[in-house]
């Protein structure tokens, strides 16, 4: 017990030590590094080694390049087609609604800096003026104006919800929860049943003519490393209600 | 490597400002971020074809999401941790499996002393060391050494639990270890 609670020990201080190494270890664990160094030769000789890295890796030249003059304007320009109900971007995950598309964005592009009361404002009128859809996201990330944060409980579904497409997805085990979160976020899907008993979730996407296309979504789903699996599921199926 | 505090007050201020809708904040941003940003994507990356364009995913992802970012991270952190997400998506959908970056990238015309030293990196002895490391792990090697992170820094840039991050460091001080004999003959009876 005491061997291996030994090797527990170095392997916790062997951890520890590239951050003891630059300098951000907090006061205690440096503490408890300084202390097992004075005695424990083997470790000392893991944080030169250590120590030696971190050198090697700092002393890196800078490979990034100036950017180019024209660069910044290229992307601003990029920015303005897309505000401007310009064409959709190509990937699911940078998709904007068209209704985000409109107003709001042109308000805050000519209003810039002016104050959030006034952008608020306007995406509240723009909200009532083109009527989004029913799939709303709980929290959109790609909104950049302040909007009222609507929830939605899990345990009322809204009716309209399940005529946008649904899919069938298992994550890899041990995803954490904040990834499903970020992944589901972008993608602005929602989850309206399980998970099973085999970790199946069924997921609604956003529908209607401006939408990414299901096999779009389905191949960005598949592609993810946290994504088992993922199928389309008939509409109108039922979800299925948590066990 | 980012400033001084008043510089990163100033980064969160106009990070909000970018929230807002203010392009020259924006702008601001841009200057005071690309050249980390590429760094950090061409460190995690190392395919150099696929850098440019996951920068210019990065920017737009921090115009369109700076609305989120809700202050209690500093704002390098959320910006490098849009990179790393980034950086990670491009691998993914180029396919993790499929030819392994090359050794020697093809050098693009005009040559840039950054292109120059960026190709010189790849094959010095440091350089095919990392490029034998996962992706997620070049990224905790670099964030720590490169940018000198603390470790629940480190872990909030790559979106992991802390020991996630303590092991994949663990791992890839390991694996170099064994691809570079300079880091293990140091260590004898050389005191730093």
């Known amino acids: 017990m005491t061997a291996s609670a030994d090797l527990r020990r170095h392997q916790r201080i062997q951890e520890l030590l590239p951050w003891w190494v630059n300098g951000t270890l907090d006061e205690a664990e440096a503490a408890t590094v300084a202390e097992h160094l004075e005695t424990c030769v083997q470790c000392r000789e893991e944080e030169a080694r250590c120590r030696r890295l971190g050198t090697l890796v700092a002393a890196a030249e800078e490979i990034a390049p100036v950017p180019h003059p024209t660069h ?57 003026l083109f009527a989004p859809r029913a799939s709303d996201p709980v929290a959109s990330d790609a909104v950049t104006v302040e909007e009222p944060v609507r929830f939605r409980t899990l345990t009322a579904p809204d009716p309209a919800a399940l005529t946008s497409p649904a899919l069938r997805v298992v994550f890899s085990p041990e995803t954490p929860e904040a990834e499903i979160r970020e992944l589901l976020l972008e993608l602005r899907a929602e989850i309206v049943g399980g998970p099973t008993r085999l970790g199946s979730y069924m997921i609604t996407i956003p529908g209607g003519a401006d939408a990414d296309p299901v096999e779009l979504v389905l191949d960005h789903l598949r592609s993810s490393p946290l994504v088992r699996f993922a199928q389309p599921v008939a509409l109108g199926e039922a979800p299925r209600s948590p066990e | 490597m980012s400033g001084g505090p008043r510089a990163k007050a100033d980064d969160k201020a106009l990070l909000q400002r970018v929230a807002a809708g203010d392009q020259r904040a ?126 629940r820094e480190v872990a909030q840039v790559v979106g992991c639990p802390v020991n996630t991050v303590k092991t994949r460091m663990f791992h890839a001080r390991r694996r170099l270890r064994e691809l570079l004999p300079e880091l293990a003959e140091e260590a004898g009876g050389r005191r730093s």
């Open chain 2, 26 to 151: 924006f702008r601001d941003l841009y200057g005071r971020y690309y050249r980390r940003v590429f760094g950090f994507v061409f460190k995690v990356l190392r395919q150099p074809d696929l850098v440019e364009e996951v920068v210019d995913d990065v920017l737009l992802a921090v115009w369109r999401g700076a609305g989120r970012f809700d202050g209690r991270s500093r704002a390098s952190t959320w910006i490098l941790g849009i990179a790393h997400r980034q950086a990670l998506k491009a691998i993914a959908r180029r396919g993790r499996r499929s030819a392994p970056p090359p050794d020697m990238p093809e050098p693009p015309s005009p040559e840039t002393p950054e292109s120059i030293m960026a190709r010189r990196e790849m094959a010095g002895e440091l350089g095919r060391g990392l490029a034998a490391l996962s992706p997620e792990q070049r990224a905790v090697v670099e964030l720590t050494f490169f940018h000198g992170l603390s470790y």
């Open chain 1, 72 to 128: 910044l304007e290229k992307l601003l320009a990029t920015i303005a087609e897309e505000e401007g109900g310009g064409r959709r971007w190509r990937r699911p995950v940078l998709g904007l609604p068209r209704w985000l598309q409109a107003t709001p964005a042109t308000a805050r592009w000519l209003l810039g800096a002016q104050g959030l009361a006034v952008l608020a404002l306007a995406a509240a009128l723009t909200v009532v």
